[in-house]
């Protein structure tokens, strides 16, 4: 690894994000005039821009530099920076004194960057504003990612600014739109910022606050699941629940799709065959829990609960409008398969990706024909064109890491705070897959403050780990990785 390089570009992305902080600086001062919460912000600012000065200063490099940067050190960038900024972005929390313990102020920072939305938090409506605000920024930023905002805002870095993308990249490959990776983060950007713009005009009609309308728009575009409120969603009417259903069904699209489509080429979302097992699994999952919970639970239940909550918990967003854990059996099982297949690729949701899913089932398939017809030849294609037998390879690889993590985590956590089964199973892929609220201790009306330190520990691991596509974080546990 090029330890120099790595350091002075997590240096730079350390300014981005110090800058983007006078944003909540601005609402503690609103809410609060010269308070503990706004020292804590200026603190946190001032040492985010004297430690990427100083990293800055004795680590220069130059646009040849940058042309060394391999995919090890783009994968070592990503995943040590998500750590970088979740230490730094949790000292408002902990500076403030808003948050008891380091430990859950980085808890709660991790899994607003990740999109996760788990928090420690237990009276919400008690935080300060700026801190509020905070901790649905992270969200917003993580959601489309930090390295591509570093990418759209800062010079080209050139070979080495596509490392540092496809690192980042949510899905089994780094797609573009533009030719160069610069545009590419650009256009990108824009689609989010449009949609979150439109999202909170939309919102601000629905009777929100303009700050309550960007803390839940930046909660729905990154899929994340922070609110301003203990009730989550369930505490707006059905104008901003069905708002945040429509938007939480596009942030879980491939954001490539909404910029073909802002460019006039609409029918790109029927020709892609990830879109359509998108949409048709959450029309089936919306069907299925409206007719059970008619039948089961409530008949005047109404459709749009249901679909609140298959879309919430299918993009991996996490907002709430009732407490899904009490449903019947049948429907928390359905839920928790849709935690595991996720949004699209290219997404701003988690999980593992609906085209890792149906890959990974002609693959099977595939295999099963064999069995019968061994010199049958059957390409596994997506959108009518062949997948290279790498990409094949990878995306089988990561589904079985995925499901190891999975594992370990529901076991660790079981072990170390003797939680039972559906807490501790849900717990880990709510926070793999980087949704939030997942069932028992963990439901939808609960929060993950009453688990140990080692515990939340392995939890934020799980969040960065999902997030970042796994690769980026498991790499720096390998020796190789730190040598030159």
Known sequence: MHKKIVLSIIARILLVVSFMMFIPLGWAYYGAGYSVEFFAFVITISLGFLVSIIFRRILPISPDDIEHLNAKDGLAVVGLSWIVLSLFGALPFFLSGSVASFTDAIFETASGFTTTGATIITNIEGLPLGLLFWRSLTHWLG?????????????????????????????????????????????LWGVYFTLSLLETLLLKVGGLSWFDSLCHTFGTMATGGFSTRTESIGAFSPYV????IVFMFLAGTNFILHYQALKGKAKAFLRSEEFRWYFLILLSLIAVTTFVLKMQVDATIPVRTAAFQVVSIMTTTGYVTADFDLWPNVLRIALVVAMFIGGCAGSTGGGIKVIRIFI????????????????????????????PPKIVLGVLSYVVIFIFLFVFGALALAAIDGCDFATASS??????????????????????????????????????????????????????????
């Open 143 to 187: 959601g489309m990612g930090i390295i591509v905002l570093y990418l759209a805002l800062l010079p080209i870095l050139g070979q080495g600014a596509f490392r540092l993308y496809k690192a980042e990249a949510p899905g089994p490959t780094a797609e573009r739109v533009q030719p160069r990776v610069k545009e590419t983060a650009k256009a």
């Open 241 to 244: 629940q069905w708002v945040v």
């Open 360 to 387: 990974t089932i002609k693959v099977a398939i595939k295999s099963i024909v064999h069995a019968i017809f061994p010199n049958s030849v059957i390409p596994i294609k997506v959108d009518e064109d062949p997948v």
């Open 427 to 484: 717990a880990s892929i709510a926070s793999l897959a980087n949704i939030g609220p997942g069932l028992g201790m963990v439901g939808a009306t609960q929060s993950y403050a009453w688990f140990s330190l080692p515990s939340k520990w392995i939890l934020t691991f799980l969040m960065l780990a999902g997030r970042l596509e796994l690769y980026s974080i498991l790499i720096l546990f390998l020796p190789a990785t730190w040598r030159k």
